[in-house]
C-alpha cells in the first residue's frame, strides 16, 4: 500500500506558538486532506488541497500541496488549547477513491 | 440525519464471536466507506459503497469480514469469528459525491470494538 509519513508523531507548544507539520508520500497524490480527530471521535476534515502548489487558509490553518505532489505541510497560527488534538494528512492518488491517512501529529497546547 | 451516526459505540466481543456494526450516512450520500483504525495509528480503507454497490473491498483484512449496503442507504459492517487483532475502531464515512470522490468524507463517531 501507500507509505505516509507524517511527522512529527507530536508536539508540546506553549498557547500562542505557531505550529508546523508535515506529510510525505512515496509516490504521487492528486489529492491532500487534513483531518484533526478528538478522542471519542471521528476525523473531521479541515482543509482540502486538489492542486500541486496550492495554498489554502481556513481561519488559523494554512495548508499548501508541494510541488513534487508528494508532501503537503499544514501550519496553525496563534494555537490555542482548542487545537490540541490528533492531526492526521490523507492522500489519493490517481481518481481512486480511498484515501490513505498518515499516522498523525499528536498536539499538545499548554495554556 | 445531520451526521453519519454509527452503533453500537462500544462493543466487547468474545474471541471467536460473530459482531454486526452499523452505519447510517448523511442522507442522500451515495458513497459510503468502511475505515479501520488501529489505536495510535491512522484510518486504513476497508471497502467503498457507491449506492448499493461495492465497488471497493480491497482493504478487507480477511474472509471473515464482510459489507453490505442492500438498499443504498444503512451499511453494515461483519466480522465473523473475531479475533484479537481485529480491535479497533472502525470508522463510517460518506460523501455526496459519486465515483472518482474528490472531497473529503464525513466521518462518524466511530465502534470500538475490544475483542477479548
Known amino acids: 500500500g501507500q507509505q505516509l509519513n507524517q511527522s512529527p508523531q507530536s508536539m508540546f507548544i506553549q498557547e500562542g506558538e505557531d505550529v508546523s507539520m508535515n506529510c510525505t508520500s512515496s509516490?504521487?497524490?492528486?489529492?491532500w486532506l487534513w483531518y484533526k480527530q478528538d478522542p471519542g471521535e471521528g476525523p473531521v476534515l479541515l482543509i482540502a488541497?486538489?492542486?500541486?502548489?496550492e495554498l489554502t487558509s481556513n481561519g488559523r490553518l494554512t495548508a499548501q500541496f508541494g510541488i513534487t505532489r508528494k508532501d503537503s505541510f499544514l501550519n496553525i497560527s496563534a494555537s490555542i488549547p482548542s487545537d490540541v488534538g490528533i492531526y492526521f494528512c490523507?492522500?489519493?492518488?490517481?481518481?481512486?477513491?480511498?484515501?490513505?491517512f498518515g499516522s498523525g501529529t499528536k498536539l499538545n497546547v499548554k495554556p | 440525519g445531520a451526521g453519519v451516526s454509527q452503533s453500537p459505540r462500544y462493543k466487547v466481543a468474545k474471541r471467536g464471536q460473530d459482531v454486526a456494526l452499523r452505519c447510517d450516512p448523511i442522507?442522500?450520500?451515495?458513497?459510503l466507506f468502511w475505515y479501520q483504525q488501529a489505536l495510535g495509528q491512522g484510518p486504513e480503507f476497508l471497502t467503498y459503497?457507491?449506492?448499493?454497490?461495492?465497488?471497493?473491498k480491497s482493504g478487507l483484512p480477511s474472509d471473515r469480514f464482510f459489507a453490505e449496503r442492500p438498499e443504498g442507504s444503512v451499511s453494515t459492517l461483519k466480522i465473523q469469528r473475531t479475533q484479537q487483532e481485529d480491535s479497533a475502531v472502525y470508522l463510517c464515512?460518506?460523501?455526496?459525491?459519486?465515483?472518482?470522490?474528490?472531497?473529503?468524507?464525513?466521518f462518524g463517531s466511530g465502534t470500538r470494538l475490544t475483542v477479548v
Open positions: 464515512a460518506s460523501s455526496l459525491a459519486g465515483a472518482a470522490v474528490p472531497y473529503g468524507y464525513t
Open positions: 459503497f457507491q449506492n448499493e454497490a461495492q465497488l471497493d
Open positions: 509516490s504521487i497524490f492528486n489529492t
Open positions: 442522507s442522500g450520500h451515495v458513497s
Open positions: 488541497l486538489y492542486k500541486a502548489g
Open positions: 490523507a492522500g489519493r492518488p490517481g481518481n481512486f477513491n480511498k484515501f490513505y
